[in-house]
């Protein structure tokens, strides 16, 4: 039986983690941490379990009695206006989270990472293979992000080749799906947010730069099965996304499509927004043979806006009540 | 008048930079803290000034009872053997240092901190400009260093643009001269102490790497002038070296020349050993009008190994004393 804890389980992605853990028959306690800087209570409240328990902390200075088999470090915001306006907390969750939650580790426990594409930066090669170096501005606006991951990467595969630590890094791809923050930032929730206030839906530029969309469950579900469900020789890092990149304009009018009455409006360029982000699945389709994102982005879409309609309701509920 | 905080101050350039705060006379108080990991408090033994602290304590725990209106810090192992052998220490003591120092900085203080080509990584550009996005594999046995730099850079240019903080960054490249370690383990020292002690020379591979070779009291002019005397308007990281490169088995040659009886031994290539490194002075030209490395290597050489030498000669006397 395992004793798991579960850092930013309370976000988008670790929420949904959360829920796949608690399916888990040997789990005999999840501990979730979370000081819901950018996670939200709400995405736990639906939880009914004895073994769960929920602690609101930041994960850096996190206290505990007990040690555990299983870490999982997801605190960390990942939307680029949450980390720019914070990015010395950004740096601390991640790197300073790493080295605590290290420490609360069982002898011969396993340490799981979400990483992220933007440690390829602005890649100058696509789509990006786990060996690609990346492009990244270590002094720019973005850097907080992508040199703490960076950072905490190399900690966690030096304290694999130090100490022989179970490391499990995923670098994750572009992610949207139901628990995103409505004031999340990134295109999917904010296009689908301003459609649904009666907002113009805003592109910077001209709309043209891709990103590769995986809709959340296909993506836990390669989290699952790479953290804990498949037998895994790989100890490298592991990129988790999807390949199929599609221009942020398509998103927006396949959204624009879906809500009556929404219009597209064009804004100016953000330095330094990378112009192409795809992942080499290569590694991926031989360490987690048949898993794929198969849910295309127009089925995503749509059960994301559903999701953020039935939250609206709800909060009107909640108001009109 | 200033009172200062020299973090790393006992090792090998720390000491010189401490030999320099001590002759302004607007230092009113210099406390060097250092753990001497890879510093010696030899280096630090000839200073007879009222001003002037020595503290032994791990720079990301150091307690002091005051703040600082500057603070530098140089607390990090630079050699490769030195930061492999111990990566979770050697990120600590980079950015949980830089964490720990930036809190000891009092209101409208400097943040001055050495960084390091080797955020360049191997280089895919030559000569490399700070622009340059480097090319680091952050999972490769030389990231503790690497991405422990960049992520430290990330964190100072963070608290730059949000809080104003006044931070002086330099990217030092290959320094050496009096009071490296004997055991260092990096080129010259290396060539130098095996010469001495009748050993082979060892070169890893053909030689033909090469390096831009800075002779420390040049680098610590440059150090000097960025970081103090000089009026700087320049906000961005600064390339401190020596452009002129030379291929690793020229500078055995010139040793071998200079102690009779020395001989050179070529060993298997190391893993990741950059193929080149050479600074991109344009900014620095700028920046410092007039600064360059005119020490040449050869009378560099002759200097550190005279210093070698001298030391030997002391340790002999120690010991038959």
């Keep these: 039986?395992?004793?798991?804890?579960?850092?930013?389980?309370?976000?988008?992605?670790?929420?949904?983690?959360?829920?796949?853990?608690?399916?888990?028959?040997?789990?005999?306690?999840?501990?979730?941490?979370?000081?819901?800087?950018?996670?939200?209570?709400?995405?736990?409240?639906?939880i009914r379990d004895a073994r769960f328990t929920f602690v609101r902390s930041d994960v850096e200075s996190f206290q505990s009695p007990c040690m555990f088999d299983e870490v999982y470090h997801l605190a960390s915001p990942a939307s680029p206006p949450w980390y720019m306006q914070e990015p010395e907390?950004?740096?601390?969750?991640n790197l300073l989270g790493a080295f605590r939650?290290?420490?609360?580790?069982?002898?011969?426990?396993?340490?799981?990472?979400?990483?992220t594409s933007e440690v390829y930066g602005d890649p100058l090669v696509s789509p990006q293979p786990e060996s690609y170096r990346g492009s990244v501005d270590c002094t720019g606006p973005r850097s907080s992000y992508d040199e703490s991951k960076r950072c905490t990467e190399a900690f966690l595969f030096e304290?694999?080749?130090?100490?022989?630590?179970?490391?499990?890094?995923?670098?994750?791809?572009?992610?949207?799906?139901?628990?995103?923050?409505?004031?999340?930032?990134?295109?999917?929730?904010?296009?689908?947010?301003?459609?649904?206030?009666?907002?113009?839906?805003?592109?910077?530029?001209?709309?043209?730069?891709?990103?590769?969309?995986?809709?959340?469950?296909?993506?836990?579900?390669?989290?699952?099965?790479f953290f804990w469900r498949d037998p895994i020789e790989h100890r490298r890092p592991l990129n988790v996304g999807n390949d199929r990149e599609i221009p942020v304009i398509d998103v927006a009018r396949h959204i624009c499509r879906l809500v009556p009455g929404a219009r597209i409006t064009h804004l100016d360029p953000v330095p330094q927004d990378p112009t192409n982000r795809r992942?080499?699945?290569?590694?991926?389709?031989?360490?987690?043979?048949?898993?794929?994102?198969?849910?295309?982005?127009?089925?995503?879409?749509?059960?994301?806006?559903?999701?953020?309609?039935?939250?609206?309701?709800?909060?009107?509920?909640?108001?009109?009540?």
């Design 101 to 115: 939650l290290r420490d609360l580790l069982l002898p011969g426990g396993r340490f799981c990472f979400t990483s």
């Design 279 to 321: 992942p080499d699945l290569t590694v991926a389709n031989r360490v987690l043979p048949g898993w794929t994102c198969h849910i295309p982005y127009e089925r995503g879409v749509a059960l994301t806006l559903k999701w953020f309609r039935s939250q609206l309701t709800s909060d009107y509920t909640a108001m009109s009540a």
């Design 159 to 225: 304290s694999q080749r130090m100490r022989g630590l179970d490391v499990r890094v995923v670098r994750l791809f572009n992610v949207y799906g139901p628990r995103t923050r409505e004031d999340d930032g990134r295109a999917v929730s904010n296009f689908i947010m301003q459609a649904l206030n009666g907002r113009p839906v805003t592109i910077y530029g001209d709309g043209m730069q891709s990103r590769s969309w995986g809709y959340v469950d296909d993506i836990v579900e390669g989290l699952e099965r």
């Design 1 to 46: 039986m395992k004793s798991v804890l579960l850092a930013g389980g309370a976000g988008f992605i670790g929420s949904h983690l959360a829920d796949r853990l608690l399916k888990r028959s040997d789990v005999e306690r999840l501990v979730v941490v979370d000081n819901l800087w950018t996670g939200l209570r709400e995405n736990l409240a639906h």
């Design 89 to 93: 907390r950004t740096i601390s969750a």
